[in-house]
């Protein structure tokens, strides 16, 4: 893992590079995740440099002090423009919470990339009542609930489960619960029309969290947006159904 300071902390990231020389893809986890999430992905890099980051007290960063919502979230952008800034990253990749980062940082930072791409994603992430109050009163109902099919998996493996559980343990309720809110929060509906940057969003075809239809909605709303939606998946569709995902991203940077 490499490292960059800014703003009197340290932001972890992992470049997956195999020699390509193709656009620089930055990509930014969702709520409780770390840039493990990322690692089918790393056989793109055998056409772009590949770069992952772990958020603020996720994975190998360090935290950062910050009330959930508005202020998580721009300490989360300065994460993300560090990092671009030094793999001078083209595309930017966020899935779920990170595809508000990327969103927010696109609307309120001078960073210049040649395109986006939103996995899970949507211009509003309300997370369920049920869900805001058992992450801090009953993890285990948490962990439970997103082991339900069509919430993180549509029909995955035991091994694959058993790994997001472990990586949701490790980050844990305190910082899950500030994703949590900071998504819930996050509203960018009516602002997305100054956003020239063209856009794919990747959507499951089984999400139930970020369905389809958001994804619609916020190519509405984007001037330069197409929807591609991935068979037999649900949200976290670039380790369900890796194939399709790569081939997605391929496919839109190449044309």
Known sequence: MQTVTHHGRETAYRTFDRGANGPTILAVHGSGGTHRVWTPQSKLATEFQFVALDLSGHGESEDVSAEPGYEALSAYVDDVVAVAEAVDADVLLGNSLGGAVVLTTLLERDLDVSETILAGAGARLPVLDDLLRWVSA??????????????????????????????????????????????????????????????????????????????????????????????????????????????????????
Do not use: K, W
Request: net charge negative; aromatic share 10%.
């Open 138 to 255: 009953d993890f285990e109902r948490v962990l439970e609930f997103f082991q339900e099919p069509d919430h993180l998996f549509h029909d995955t493996d035991d091994a694959t489960l058993e790994l997001s559980q472990a990586a949701l343990r490790e980050t844990g309720s305190d910082i899950l619960e500030r994703d949590f809110r900071t998504a819930h929060a996050f509203d960018v509906r009516g602002e997305l029309a100054v956003i020239d940057v063209p856009t794919l969003a990747l959507v499951g075809e089984y999400d139930r969290l970020t369905p389809p239809y958001y994804h619609e909605q916020l190519c509405a709303e984007l001037p330069d947006c197409e929807v591609t939606v991935l068979d037999d998946a649900a949200h976290l569709a670039m380790l369900e159904v890796p194939e399709q995902f790569n081939d997605a991203v391929s496919g839109f940077l190449t044309e």
